[in-house]
């Protein structure tokens, strides 16, 4: 694990420590079948057109691009990809490093209940404990968030068993080979590859082309960080993935219905 994932971890295992107490799966499925029922994450990255889907992402800040949008509203920008036909959306609810917070996600989910069409949403934070996954089922996320190299196996198991209690789906973030072996053996439907090497933040779009051939069929595969153009989106839709994660490039785009279109079209 890098150094800045590793202080990232550290402080998220501090930030939730109190509000940790045992969650279990039969209570995250009461709360499943309590609440709405949320898009399906994994249906919106399988498009039947069989186009590139696009995740969009919502991101003020990040430890290697700093202030990106800063004090941008979490709804127009939801607002905006909604009319730009995002598939999906990815909201950062982590507010330390990314500026973000559970009430972005809570805002947005909310507005796509009562404005159709709505799209599904990702909640992108650190996750550790499943009461993180109760915060985003009662939030209205879709999907949580898997970091593979930041959590034990028993952590994965237990995030992986409480996404699926309460309806949601997960995506498996990895970044090498070794982690992916590990995201299949858990059994992971969705898997991500982060092109951005935490160690040193450098972003290499060959990881998603030399990981992406190596998924099992029935995997969707994303493709996140380092997509900017059109370009760069062929380049891992030739590679395999279904869908790509995109954050700084949509969130400074003057319009960004005009990428999200030149990305599917790859």
Not at 32 to 38: F, H, I, S, V, Y
Not at 166 to 191: Q, R, S
Not at 239 to 245: F, I, S, T, Y
Request: overall charge positive; hydrophobic content about 45%; some cysteine.
């Amino acid at each position: 694990m890098s150094d800045k994932l590793t202080e990232i971890m550290a402080w998220k295992r501090r930030e939730i420590a109190p509000l940790v107490r045992p969650v279990s799966e039969a209570e995250l499925s009461r709360l499943n079948e309590k609440l709405p029922k949320p898009p399906s994450f994994a249906r919106a990255l399988r498009r039947a057109d069989g186009r590139l889907a696009v995740i969009s992402e919502i991101k003020r800040r990040s430890p290697s691009a700093g202030d990106i949008k800063a004090g941008a509203s979490s709804l127009e920008q939801a607002q905006r990809y909604q009319a730009a036909g995002a598939d999906a959306l990815s909201i950062l609810t982590d507010e330390k490093y990314f500026g973000g917070t559970l009430g972005d996600l809570r805002g947005v989910t909310a507005h796509f209940a009562a404005h159709a069409p709505a799209r599904p949403c990702l909640r992108k934070d650190f996750f550790v404990h499943p009461i993180q996954v109760l915060q985003a089922r009662e939030a209205g996320a879709s999907a949580i968030l898997i970091i593979v190299r930041a959590l034990k196996d028993r952590e994965i198991r237990d995030l992986f068993a409480a996404a699926k209690a309460a309806g949601l789906d997960a995506l498996f973030e990895i970044h090498n080979a070794v982690e992916l072996e590990e995201a299949v053996d858990h059994g992971a439907k969705i898997i991500g590859v982060n092109n951005r090497d935490l160690a040193i933040f450098k972003t290499d779009l060959g990881l998603s082309e030399r990981l992406i051939p190596r998924f099992p069929r029935d995997v969707i595969a994303v493709s996140e960080s380092g997509i900017f153009t059109g370009a760069d989106a062929r380049r891992v839709r030739a590679a395999g993935a279904h869908a790509v994660l995109v954050g700084e490039a949509l969130m400074r785009a003057a319009d960004p219905g005009a990428l999200i279109t030149d990305f599917r079209a790859s």
